[in-house]
């Protein structure tokens, strides 16, 4: 298996809705593992497919900080939010070294299939919300500034103006 290059923050592959996975085979099983590699060689958290230059629906979450669990999802989503919310410290392998506080629901429900194609359902809160929302939201082609109000996205562009916001 392989670490993978992460993508940087304007490439197009970034920006674009993601294509659903429709069969889980050998390649899709190789993405995953390679994908969990790439995110805890580069100690994150946190990784989804377009990050890799892949536009598949796929991410793989740290569920535990010590890195003993990692958790894999093809074709995620979210059916159910919190009406309560947190701004919590955000950052994205894609964007090194950029912080941003970003609104975000406290508790998340997440549908998808796992590995082996079995349908998973699971509950997540806090910090780990905050993840799969963010990595769920890299498929959608959503990046976390997009998540920002408009004087924090004018603020961002002056301190980052390479980024196409």
């Known amino acids: 298996m392989a670490v993978l290059e992460v993508k940087k923050f304007n490439e197009p592959v970034l920006r674009k809705k993601c294509a659903k996975i429709r069969k889980i085979n050998r390649k899709t099983k190789e993405l995953i593992v ?10 994150g958290i946190g990784l989804a497919a377009p990050q890799v ?11 535990d900080l010590a890195g003993q669990r990692i958790f894999e999802m093809i074709n995620p989503k979210i059916i159910k939010r919190s009406k309560e919310t947190a701004v919590g410290e955000e950052g994205c392998l894609s964007f090194p070294g950029i912080f941003l506080k970003i609104k975000r629901a406290k508790e998340v429900e997440v549908e998808g299939l796992d590995i082996k194609g079995r349908k998973i359902n699971l509950k997540a809160k806090d910090l780990l919300a905050r993840v799969f929302q963010h990595e769920i939201d890299h498929l959608d ?13 004018i603020k961002f562009k002056l301190k980052h103006p390479k980024i196409k916001l």
């Open 141 to 153: 082609g959503i990046l976390f500034f997009n998540r920002l109000g408009i004087i924090q996205k």
């Open 34 to 43: 390679n994908m969990a590699q790439t995110m805890a060689k580069n100690q």
């Open 53 to 63: 230059g892949v536009s598949k629906r796929a991410i793989v979450v740290m569920t």
